[in-house]
């Protein structure tokens, strides 16, 4: 598979560059997750880092890439919007 090196700006990934591997768009996922394991053997902590565009060019406006920025309170989680989901 391919991997694109992309850059994390903050948490504990800061100022690192990583090879993300891209799906079949030739893009890294949205969001990318890190487990910690914990110092005394509990649960592990996940950092979440979510994908932001790096930039535009000046004169024709192209996208220059990605990079994961750290989101503090985690990955969102969403539900289904079907109607035999609804909660009973």
């Known amino acids: 598979m391919r991997s694109e090196n992309t850059a994390f700006t903050g948490g504990p990934l ?4 990583l090879p993300v591997l891209v799906g079949p768009t030739g893009h890294p996922p949205k969001w990318y997750e890190v ?3 914990s110092a005394d053997g509990g649960p592990a902590t996940v950092h979440a880092y979510r994908r932001v565009p790096a ?3 000046k ?3 192209i996208q220059r890439g990605w990079v994961y920025e750290y989101v503090p309170e985690g990955r969102e989680r969403r539900t289904l919007k079907w109607p035999w989901s609804k909660p009973g």
Do not use: F, I, Q
Request: charged share 25%.
């Open 14 to 17: 800061d100022g690192r560059v």
């Open 59 to 61: 004169r024709l406006g």
């Open 55 to 57: 930039g535009y060019s």
């Open 35 to 37: 487990p910690v394991p």
